[in-house]
C-alpha cells in the first residue's frame, strides 16, 4: 500500500472528527496517519480526546500532542479510527497483523462507531488471505494451539498454525503479555462461526476476526477514496 493511499484513507476519516470527540485511535502504519493528521488539527485548535489501541501509538500521539485517556477515565468513546489486515464487503475484518488486536477490540467495542482505513488491496471477496492471528495465553500454549487445530479441522480449514516471532528470534509478546498464533487457513468462507468457535477456546484470549464492529471503511485506490459502509436497521427495513 502506498503511502498516498494510506494517507488519503486517513484523511477521509479525519472528516468525521469533530471538537469534543472522545476518539479510539488504531495502530499501524495506516492509522499512523492518521495519528499524524489529527495531530496537525489539535494543535490548531481540535478539541478531543483519545484511547490509543496500543504502546506503539500512545508513544506517536503523546510525542505528536494529542491528548489521550485511558478506557477506565473514559469508557465510552464516540469513534475509533483504525487500519485492518483484511476487510470485505459486509466490513467483517481481519486484524492483529500489527499484534495489537486485543486492545484495538477493546476499544472498537466502547466505541458507537469504528470506521476502518486501508487500500483497495486489502478488500477481499472472502477473508482468508492474510493469516489470521489468534491471541492466546503463554500457559498451555501448546494445547491451546492444539484446541485452535481442532477447530481448524472441525470446519475442514486446512494450513499451519504458527506462534509469531519476534526479531530477537523469541516469541514476540504483544502489550497485554500474551503470544500470537498466525493461522494459515486460506479462505474463511464462515467467519461469524470459526470467531465463535476460536472464543470458546479457554487459553484464546481474542481472535483478529472483527464482526459487526465496523460500520464504514474510507477505502483508497487509484481513482479516490470511497465510502463503503453497513446497511443501519432502517435502510434493510
Ligand atoms: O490490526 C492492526 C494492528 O494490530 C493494523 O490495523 C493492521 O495490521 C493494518 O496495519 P497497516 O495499516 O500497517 O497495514
Redesign the pocket.
Known sequence: ?SDEL?RASAMAALEEVRSGMRLGI??????EFFVRALAEKVAGGLDIIGVPTSERTAALARELGVPLTTLDETPELDLTV????ELDARLQLI???????LR?KIVAAASRRMVVIADDSKLVETLGRFPLPIEVMPFGLEATRRAVVKVADALSLKGEVVLRMAADGSPLVTDGGHYILDAHWGRLPDASGLADRLAAIPGVVEHGLFIGLAKAAYVAGPSGVRQIAVATADETN
Open positions: 500500500m494510506k488504531g495502530t499501524g502504519s495506516t492509522a483504525d487500519g485492518a489486515d486484524k492483529g497483523g500489527g499484534a495489537a488486536l484495538e
